[in-house]
């Protein structure tokens, strides 16, 4: 992207990696960071002169801090274009991207960069499927070493609480804790604003407000159900997934592996770290997630639907070690309904057995 845009803008949660990638690639760009106050102050004051001192340009971090910069980025850009290529983080969509499309329409590529993936860290395939999620993703937590509960309790008070005040009201901020926990409580299950609501004790508009923001911050992520009809698909409910399946599990109060061995919500979690994968392996790749689930109006459902053209691609996800027969069932049913338009089938499953059977392959999550 960086040879074919001026401006790159890295996007995603906080403590992504989104310095450290954008440090590494572009180590011989300047550096600021607008966490820094005197950095920020400094920009907003002079702008024209702030960038003025860059002349091939510089990674600038959190930029959502001052969004008045991109308006001047912007003339500066069309002036030198091809000189110049800044590196942009930022890490909540809501305001960035809203500023970044209104400042830098046309003149910018935007990459969404999630937690870790397994490929990214292959010492943890060799770790039983409870302790990965129970670590979940976060690069700090392997990086380090660090106990993943303390770390999770760390970013939610540090990163999300603080986030939070900056738009909530403080006296919603106890309803809003309670919130995102029946969050973690309703992963991989549809999402349904008004029970929520009577849940929470509060409206179905103000469920939907907080969604939102959830959404933007990167913490949960609305998977849409499959539909041939567009406007179908829309009113349709979708189902709800946590971008990092350790901060769910912290959320749901599992302090230990070996807790979530009985856990009732232990096949939703091991969903939504298989589907979270299937989500950044697109995103590295600069491209929409293109992801779907599929269910009908007699329940029937098929967990995740990639969609490559005209023809559909159904994945069966389920946390069981061995293989059952009846795994297959909703997967036969699927291609009966979309005769030729299924080229391949796929359960997903946390077994050793790999091969195909009845025309379905296989598949350890480890090797996705």
């Known amino acids: 992207?960086?040879?074919?845009?001026?401006?790159?803008?890295?996007?995603?949660?906080?403590?992504?990696?989104?310095?450290?990638?954008?440090?590494?690639?572009?180590?011989?760009?300047?550096?600021?960071?607008?966490?820094?106050?005197?950095?920020?102050?400094?920009?907003?004051?002079?702008?024209?002169?702030?960038?003025n001192q860059f002349d091939k340009g510089a990674v600038l971090d959190e930029?959502?801090?001052?969004?008045?910069?991109?308006?001047?980025?912007?003339?500066?850009?069309?002036?030198?274009?091809?000189?110049?290529?800044?590196?942009?983080?930022?890490?909540?969509?809501?305001?960035?991207?809203?500023?970044?499309?209104?400042?830098?329409?046309?003149?910018?590529?935007?990459?969404?960069l999630l937690p870790l993936s397994l490929e990214e860290i292959p010492s943890v395939k060799q770790l039983p499927t409870d302790e990965i999620m129970y670590r979940g993703f976060y690069p700090a937590i392997h990086a380090d070493g660090l106990n993943p509960t303390k770390a999770y309790r760390n970013?939610?008070?540090?990163?999300?609480?603080?986030?939070?005040?900056?738009?909530?009201?403080?006296?919603?901020?106890?309803?809003?804790?309670?919130?995102?926990?029946?969050?973690?409580?309703?992963?991989?299950?549809?999402?349904?604003?008004?029970?929520?609501?009577?849940?929470?004790?509060?409206?179905?508009?103000?469920?939907?407000?907080?969604?939102?923001?959830?959404?933007?911050?990167?913490?949960?992520?609305?998977?849409?159900p499959y539909h041939e009809n567009i406007n179908k698909r829309l009113i349709k409910s979708p189902k709800l997934y946590f971008y990092d399946v350790g901060l769910a599990t912290y959320l749901l109060g599992i302090e230990e592996p070996q807790q979530l061995i009985r856990d009732p919500l232990r096949g939703a979690l091991f969903e939504n770290m298989v589907i979270m994968e299937f989500v950044k392996r697109r995103l590295n790749q600069g491209l929409d997630p293109n992801l779907f689930f599929y269910r009908d109006s007699h329940h029937f459902e098929i967990d995740l639907i990639q969609k490559k053209g005209n023809d559909l691609v159904p994945y069966e996800i389920k946390s069981a070690q061995t293989f059952h027969p009846s795994f297959l069932n909703g997967l036969n049913r699927f291609k009966k309904l979309f005769t030729k338009r299924v080229p391949e089938m796929v359960l997903i499953y946390d077994g050793e057995q790999q091969t195909s059977i009845q025309d379905v392959q296989l598949l350890n999550f480890r090797n996705l």
């Open 63 to 112: 930029i959502q801090h001052v969004p008045l910069l991109l308006s001047y980025l912007q003339q500066m850009v069309d002036e030198r274009k091809k000189e110049l290529l800044f590196i942009l983080t930022g890490s909540n969509q809501f305001s960035l991207l809203n500023t970044i499309s209104q400042s830098l329409a046309g003149r910018t590529a935007i990459l969404k």
């Open 155 to 224: 970013y939610y008070e540090t990163y999300l609480e603080r986030d939070m005040r900056q738009i909530i009201q403080i006296r919603e901020l106890s309803l809003f804790q309670k919130f995102i926990r029946i969050c973690a409580g309703r992963t991989a299950n549809l999402y349904n604003a008004s029970a929520m609501a009577a849940e929470t004790g509060v409206s179905v508009k103000t469920i939907q407000s907080w969604t939102s923001i959830l959404e933007a911050s990167y913490v949960i992520m609305r998977l849409q």
């Open 1 to 51: 992207m960086s040879k074919a845009y001026p401006v790159v803008t890295i996007t995603g949660p906080r403590q992504s990696g989104k310095t450290t990638l954008a440090k590494h690639l572009f180590g011989k760009l300047p550096y600021h960071s607008f966490e820094n106050p005197d950095t920020r102050l400094l920009a907003e004051s002079d702008p024209r002169g702030f960038l």
